[in-house]
């Protein structure tokens, strides 16, 4: 099952050890989703990378090797692949811009996003795309563990 992944739960998985973390360990294991993101995941982690390097308590072989286990998991798509679908993920999120290449992604592959905001899953309650939060998403491996 292909999901979105959005760069706060990425993000969330590098600073704690939380539900986020939960879900990339298990799918390490056990293979559930194919997580997917846009290419552009890649420079917003560039750009967080020194304050987020900061706030862990990790090294930085350790916090080098965390991004690349979570990164390994997740295949970036190239804007190109979805670019039909940014005029209308902007028409769906007017007022929550940062969010828009997720959504296009996630239209164009008729799937999940993988995202702990809040605003972004009330914004879409009503559409046929869903947002799956940390905990809901480590729910989908209760028959598995």
């Keep these: 099952m292909k999901v979105v992944a959005d760069v706060n739960i990425v ?7 939380g539900n986020s973390s939960k879900v990339f360990n298990l799918n390490y294991i056990f293979s559930k989703f194919d997580f997917i993101s846009p ?3 890649l420079e917003e982690l560039a750009k967080h990378k020194e304050e987020f390097f900061k706030r862990t308590k990790l090294s ?4 080098n090797e965390t991004i690349e ?3 390994e998991q997740i295949t970036i798509v190239p804007r190109s692949e979805f670019s039909d679908f940014l005029q209308k993920a902007r028409e769906m999120l007017p007022n929550h811009l940062k969010d828009i290449q997720y959504l296009a ?3 164009r592959f008729n799937c999940p996003i993988f995202s702990g905001d809040k605003t972004l899953k ?5 559409s046929n795309i869903k947002v799956f939060p940390p905990r809901e998403m480590l729910s989908k491996f209760e028959t598995e563990i």
């Design 105 to 107: 992604l996630a239209l």
């Design 11 to 17: 993000l969330s998985s590098l600073l704690t050890k």
């Design 60 to 63: 930085e072989y350790e916090f």
């Design 122 to 126: 009330e914004l879409l309650s009503s």
């Design 39 to 41: 290419d552009f995941i």
């Design 69 to 71: 286990f979570l990164l």
